[in-house]
């Protein structure tokens, strides 16, 4: 029979095409700790879910010998699967053949699943593993580099587009994820830069190695490039998939909802916060008091920690919470934090998910420092990105608000849509030991015994002002809640804003503070 | 539990103070925060490197006295030669840097007396 003879044959060009790189090539990538592209895609996605296209796509370079060479997939693997249900686009560079080199062909497979998932409205997850462009190619791999970024772009803030990061991502390749919403790294595996360790070391003399230059701690505790930070590929698998069922498969949709669940008994919200505004404690735990069972999938944990960023679910429904950190750094507002907190609310906007911010601070990080790396228009993205959000916005002041820093947390004034305050709110222009300071400062100074007057009147100064009633009286504040509360009353003013409509004047776009 | 955290928190001496305007909170630093560079006015008479390099050329000598805008010595950095001119006229007090050297960013290269 001729059919099954063609069959036979085509199971062979797939055998073939299938080992990538060759036996040899296999074992150097699991010499590495490194699952092949092939096995990660299977690893990530629901059993049996995975349908590969281009398999025998190949390039058309011809010089350096190029023509004499087979690149089995041209060095990329692609296809749709599905994680959990949901509908997903893939792509994953194939280190095994010629070192994932990004040539015409490559990078051709990488748009066309692309555009499919553009087309197709459905999530966009690539895994990045490539030495760089293929230099024999030449001009060919930066206009392919171009083409994925021009597309990351076109699809920012319609698609979730997922970066994950499982070996070297070198020179161009970096701004690919850098375009895209989440970056996954994983120790001792992720390496991104954009010039490497030899080319620093003789042009500028410096000696780093590849990982104190960008592996996956430097870029989740240092640079903020990545958001999710894992041991092993399998555990970054696993964060990748729980993120998926957090957010919709496109922005024209809601997340998913789950099954209701009450938080966890043992997150008493009443004895978090304590009551001095200069003790610490950890504002996860007033999250995961109101979360469903508790539950919160933190985003960029470790890096500018003095805000907290991530998703959780309340009545099965997905938000995302902002909370400034009082462990850490006092929960200041600095550079990274805004630009952290910044990015995540745009995103939250993007893909129609509720913003439930809790505040506690005392303002904005004083420093030459701070100053002198742009905390003014850094800061500023933080009123931008909160003013322009349509999507529900909540606030609920836990205790200190002070100064620019209660402005910025989605205040009333940018048009937050409730402001709910725990009776221990202190909304204030600044500390009050700061305010008596100024105010008083000729009574102190004036006085026999200035230590007594500035303490006597740093007790004037929080008796009248340190609560959340002269804000209340003016309605900045909608209601002074009891923390007990909190979860009942978040519930309803999202049930209540289903139907928010918040029109602004008609424009292209806005000129954000990049 | 909460009880337990809450005492946890009062006796562990681990905390640092961090003053935000005049009020000093009890929290963590970050290694980012704690290795910030402390801010030092800068100098008129030392002159120092804004771009790691290679001294290509010294023209001067110590002892030597200068023009404001004297050819000092060539630093070539990202291939470009840049040429560096005394910011004022004084006596060369002293030269950090030989030619052939490779220096990095914000290395004190000369001092003017």
């Given amino acids: 029979m001729a059919l099954k003879r063609k069959i036979r044959e085509l199971q062979k060009r797939r055998e073939k095409v299938l080992k990538g790189g060759g036996d040899k090539a296999i074992e150097k990538q699991i010499s590495m700790g490194k699952l092949t592209a092939r096995e990660r895609i299977i690893f990530l996605l629901d059993d049996d879910s995975f349908n590969e296209y281009d398999l025998f796509v190949e390039h058309e370079a011809r010089d350096f010998d190029m023509d004499k060479k087979v690149l089995h997939g041209d060095g990329v693997v692609i296809g749709t699967g599905a994680i959990y249900g949901a509908p997903i686009c893939i792509f994953a560079q194939d280190f095994t053949v010629a070192g994932g080199s990004l040539g015409l062909m490559h990078s051709r497979k990488i748009t066309k699943i692309m555009d499919h998932a553009l087309k197709m409205r459905m999530p966009l997850i690539g895994i990045n593993d490539s030495g760089g462009a293929r230099i024999q190619e030449g001009v060919n791999s930066l206009a392919g580099y171009g083409e994925i970024f021009f597309r990351n772009t076109l699809a920012s803030g319609v698609i979730p587009q997922i970066s994950v990061i499982l070996g070297p991502c070198a020179g161009g390749a970096v701004y690919s994820p850098a375009l895209t919403d989440f970056v996954f790294v994983v120790d001792k595996i992720s390496k991104m830069f954009i010039t490497g360790p030899e080319v620093i070391k003789t042009v500028l003399g410096e000696e780093i190695s590849m990982e104190d230059l960008g592996g996956a701690k ?8 990545a958001h999710f930070y894992a041991e092993s590929e399998v555990q970054c698998f696993e964060q990748i998939k729980e993120l998926i069922t957090y957010i919709p498969w496109n922005n024209s949709r809601k997340a998913r909802a789950f099954e209701p ?3 966890k008994k043992e997150y008493k919200i009443d004895d978090i916060v304590p009551d001095n505004p200069k003790q610490p404690y950890d504002v996860r735990d007033v999250i995961k008091a109101i979360t ?13 920690s003095n805000i907290v960023i991530g998703f959780g679910r309340m009545e099965g429904q997905t938000i995302g919470f902002v909370a400034n950190q009082p462990l850490v750094l006092a929960g200041v507002l600095d550079v990274d934090s805004s630009d952290k907190a910044a990015r995540f609310i745009r995103y939250c906007d993007a893909f129609n998910i509720p913003i439930v911010t809790f505040v506690d601070l005392p303002g904005y990080m004083p420093g030459v420092d701070q100053e002198h790396a742009g905390v003014i228009r850094h800061g500023a993205k933080l009123l931008y990105a909160y003013s322009e959000a349509t999507v529900p916005k909540l606030t609920v002041i836990l205790r200190k608000a002070y100064g620019g820093g209660y402005i910025a947390m989605n205040s009333r004034h940018l048009r937050a849509d409730f402001v709910f305050a725990w009776p221990g709110a202190e909304i204030a222009v600044m500390g009050p030991e700061g305010a008596a300071n100024i105010i008083f400062r000729r009574e102190i100074m004036g006085s026999d015994d200035p230590e007594k007057i ?3 009147k740093v007790k004037e100064y929080k008796d009248k002002f340190a609560n959340p009633y002269v804000a209340a009286s003016k309605g900045y504040i909608d209601s002074v809640i009891e923390p007990q509360e909190t979860r009942k009353l978040l519930l309803h003013a999202i049930e209540v804003s289903q139907n928010k409509s918040s029109a ?7 000129i954000p503070p990049f | 539990m909460k009880k337990w955290k809450k005492k946890e928190i009062e006796s562990k001496p681990k905390f640092k103070t961090l003053n935000i305007d005049g009020t000093c909170y009890k929290t963590n ?8 560079k402390k801010y030092t006015v800068p100098d008129a008479k030392k002159i120092i490197s804004v771009i790691p390099g290679t001294i290509m050329k010294v023209f001067v000598k110590e002892g030597q006295k200068v023009k404001r805008g004297d050819n000092i010595m060539i630093l070539e ?10 910011p004022r006229p004084g006596v060369i007090k002293s030269l950090k840097v030989k030619e052939g050297e490779k220096i990095a960013k914000g290395v004190l290269m000369m001092e003017l007396e």
Avoid at chain 1, 218 to 225: A, F, K, L, Y
């Fill in chain 1, 454 to 456: 500035r303490k006597q």
């Fill in chain 1, 292 to 304: 469903d069972d508790s539950v919160f999938f933190e985003v960029q944990e470790r890096w500018a």
């Fill in chain 2, 77 to 86: 950095a990202m291939k470009m030669q840049n040429r560096i001119k005394s």
């Fill in chain 1, 504 to 510: 602004g004047p008609k424009k292209k776009h806005g």
């Fill in chain 1, 261 to 263: 669940k009450d938080p």
């Fill in chain 1, 218 to 225: 430097v870029h989740s505790e240092i640079t903020g490039n």
């Fill in chain 2, 29 to 36: 630093l970050i290694s980012k925060f704690e290795n910030r």
